[in-house]
């Protein structure tokens, strides 16, 4: 079975653009979280999404905004690109909130 | 103060020592994760507890919910072994803790 796919694995952009992440979840799981690692640091939460719908958001901007599809995948928008928004973006999927997470590879992104 | 806590931050081990890292929490939770990352930033769930105890291979973790401690043991610690292990909390949102790098020595 596939597990957490991710695209794209690497994205170099710059300042004041717009960036799209995609997180595809194992199959049969409903709940999708996103998290911002910056390098050298532990992941942060941005966003859980469980049928759809937001169930969480960490102390991030607004320019951080998410949403679910109806095949479960999800889209992580950043806008305005800052150089801080600089790390690696990882999703994960659940079967729901409580359950264990199944982490994607990531995607590292790169804003000059 | 920090709302998840880990120790040692650093270790280095001879290959087939007994490993512990512990993770200490200052929140009510429904979960505790122990996720491990490579170099170049793979994460694998180790383990996901909410009481008691679990074993994976060389791996145990435990979990104390009224002393709000875990830990995660390796047993026979072997350099594969070698990455950042990480504790997450599960409660209304997932915090990670800082992680333990550990380095396995052959």
């Known amino acids: 079975d596939a597990g957490v796919t991710q695209s794209p694995t690497h994205l170099i952009k710059t300042r004041g653009q717009h960036v799209t992440l995609r997180c595809s979840p194992i199959?049969?799981?409903?709940?999708v979280s996103w998290y911002q690692q910056v390098l050298g640091q532990g992941p942060q939460f941005i966003f859980q999404?469980?049928?759809?719908?937001?169930?969480g958001r960490g102390n991030f901007p607004d320019r951080f905004s998410a949403r679910q599809f109806p095949n479960y995948s999800s889209e992580l928008n950043v806008n305005a690109l800052l150089l801080g928004d600089s790390a690696l973006y990882l999703c994960?999927?659940?079967?729901?909130?409580?359950?264990?997470?199944?982490f994607g590879p990531g995607t590292r992104l790169t804003v000059t | 103060k920090n709302e998840v806590e880990q120790s040692p931050q650093n270790l280095t081990a001879q290959e087939g020592e007994f490993i512990t890292i512990n993770c200490s929490y200052s929140?009510?939770?429904?979960?505790l994760h122990w996720l491990q990352q490579h170099p170049g930033g793979g994460i694998v769930s180790l383990f996901m507890?909410?009481?008691g105890k679990k074993k994976h291979g060389r791996l145990i973790a435990t979990i104390n919910i009224q002393e709000k401690h875990s830990s995660l043991h390796i047993t026979a610690s072997h350099p594969r072994d070698s990455a950042v292990y990480i504790c997450?909390?599960?409660?209304?949102?997932?915090?990670f803790g800082p992680g333990t790098s550990l380095s396995v020595i052959p």
């Open positions: 994960a999927s659940s079967s729901d909130r409580g359950y264990e997470q199944y």
């Open positions: 199959s049969g799981h409903k709940s």
């Open positions: 999404y469980y049928e759809k719908e937001e169930r």
């Open positions: 929140v009510g939770i429904s979960a």
């Open positions: 507890l909410s009481s």
């Open positions: 997450a909390l599960d409660y209304d949102k997932v915090i």
